[in-house]
């Protein structure tokens, strides 16, 4: 396979062609340190406070696509054939603002200025992606969405929603003028070529094709693999790790279709929870408003699902939904490929199967069908951008008896691994959907689980929550129920579950 040395990108409309990388600097030190760029800010340096967040541009079929993500947890060699873009770049030529920047002026969004710079990048990326509803006001729900990975000590966010709002009608600047010479540009720097550079031994290798990627995790079994970085980039920023070799999937086109199958979506293991929101929330309400809620919107542009899923994690809130649903993985190894229950996947803590040399390539969730009864519940201290203190996820065939024929229930944050509750849904099956059928079903999780108690809560509180949202989606899933949900709107049903409809 041919081999490339250098990785090359837009800072701005600027050329940017970088050797002898080292495998984990970050963006937000390399602009900060290299070029000097100081309005992008370190925070928290974990991609929780978003004081870091810049705007990258990717060619997407024939166009740039513009995305907020978090420099401080971003490996700067994973811009490669990108364009990247700092708020010192929304200065206009004539040294003025640009809009953006205006309205926090003209709302009072700004009070010490340390977080401005990442908000105004945050408000960049939404104003560019939210120009087809010209015309109006921003929905208050989707600036929130946009807003809640940036934090401010000062404003008190108020000022803040209000500049926002007030972009209203998005007019052509001055990165617009440019565009036609960037994405140009762009298309010239992408090619077939496996990227590979480095530092003191230690490598970055980029494939471009999923080929590609088999052959080198083949050759490279301790490697690292790496999409999105917003839990790898912890391991260097927070834990100090340094990584001897990094692969990363980021320009793998292959990994990051979504093919609809008829009677379910294959989503490639470099799908990101911003895309994979779009595609699954069209299954269910409760999957996009579960996703919404993964991270904030600069952590969902670049974490992926197969990444999720990857990592093992007993908390991750992906696996319990696709489990639920009854998701298979299918995993790579050199030209080899095997398929097998999602909930298989996950052996104990920190234990998956996957073999050396062996990643995850895509995962296939089933649509639900006629009779289904679908809900996700995500339990967690704060409601934006925070790790569950457990996760539920759950799945009800009803017969035309309107007695259970299927019960799926998967929790994440109750073991230590994602996993299905056996005795619950042994409790539910053959028995009509009703209050106590349900109430049989949450006595019998204490048969499934012996939860552990952290920082995030008790195990007497995990187990209780457990059982009482068993309880609620019974109480959700009959006609006329009543409003049980007050902190997101709902839909008022799901077509495609034949669920009924939710409060």
Request: some cysteine.
């Amino acid at each position: 396979m041919a081999h490339r040395t250098t990785i090359r990108f837009l800072l701005g409309n600027e050329s940017r062609t970088l050797t002898d990388v080292d495998p984990t600097l970050t963006v937000l030190d390399w602009l900060r340190g290299t070029e000097r760029r100081m309005g992008t800010k370190e925070g928290c340096a974990e991609g929780d406070c978003g004081a870091c967040t810049v705007v990258v541009g990717r060619l997407v079929d024939g166009a740039v696509k513009y995305e907020a993500i978090n420099a401080c947890i971003r490996f700067l060699a994973t811009l490669d054939g990108c364009q990247l873009l700092t708020v010192e770049h929304l200065k206009r030529p004539d040294g003025g603002l640009h809009p953006v920047q205006q309205a926090m002026v003209d709302c009072h969004g700004s009070q010490c200025g340390f977080c401005t710079p990442g908000f105004v990048m945050s408000l960049y990326a939404l104003n560019r992606a939210e120009a087809a509803l010209s015309g109006g006001m921003l929905d208050e729900q989707r600036i929130d969405d946009a807003l809640a990975g940036n934090l401010c000590r000062c404003t008190g966010y108020a000022p803040i929603v209000a500049a926002a709002q007030q972009l209203r009608d998005r007019t052509p600047d001055h990165i617009d003028d440019a565009l036609p010479t960037v994405t140009r540009a762009l298309a010239a720097l992408a090619d077939d070529a496996v990227v590979e550079t480095g530092r003191d031994g230690r490598r970055f290798l980029a494939p471009a094709t999923v080929d590609q990627l088999a052959d080198l995790v083949l050759a490279n079994p301790d490697a690292t693999i790496v999409s999105g970085a917003t839990d790898v980039g912890l391991w260097v920023t927070k834990h100090q790790k340094v990584l001897s070799t990094v692969i990363y999937t980021g320009r793998v086109a292959g990994l990051a279709r979504i093919t609809d199958r008829g009677d379910a979506l294959e989503l490639g293991a470099g799908v990101t929870f911003t895309a994979a929101k779009a595609a699954l929330g069209r299954l269910h309400p409760d999957l996009d408003e579960l996703l919404r809620r993964v991270g904030a919107e600069q952590v969902r542009n670049a974490g992926t699902i197969g990444g999720n899923i990857a990592n093992g994690s007993p908390i991750g809130d992906t696996p319990p939904a696709l489990i639920a649903l009854g998701a298979s993985l299918t995993l790579r190894r050199g030209a080899q490929r095997r398929t097998l229950p999602l909930q298989d996947y996950f052996l104990a803590y920190g234990k998956q199967d996957r073999q050396p040399g062996e990643f995850v390539e895509s995962v296939t969730v089933p649509k639900p069908g006629k009779g289904d009864l679908f809900a996700a519940y995500k339990i967690s201290k704060r409601f934006d951008q925070d790790i569950s203190a457990l996760c539920a996820c759950f799945l009800v065939t009803l017969g035309d008896d309107g007695h259970v024929t299927r019960a799926r229930l998967a929790y994440g944050g109750m073991a230590g691994t994602p996993k299905r509750a056996d005795a619950a849904e042994a409790a539910l099956l053959g028995r009509p959907w009703d209050a106590a059928a349900a109430r049989d079903a949450k006595a019998a999780l204490a048969q499934d689980f012996t939860p552990l108690s952290d920082w995030r809560a008790s195990a007497v509180y995990r187990l209780t929550v457990a059982g009482n949202l068993l309880l609620k989606f019974q109480a959700e899933s009959v006609v006329d129920a009543p409003a049980t949900r007050v902190l997101a709107q709902r839909s008022q049903g799901c077509d495609i579950a034949k669920a009924v409809p939710h409060a």
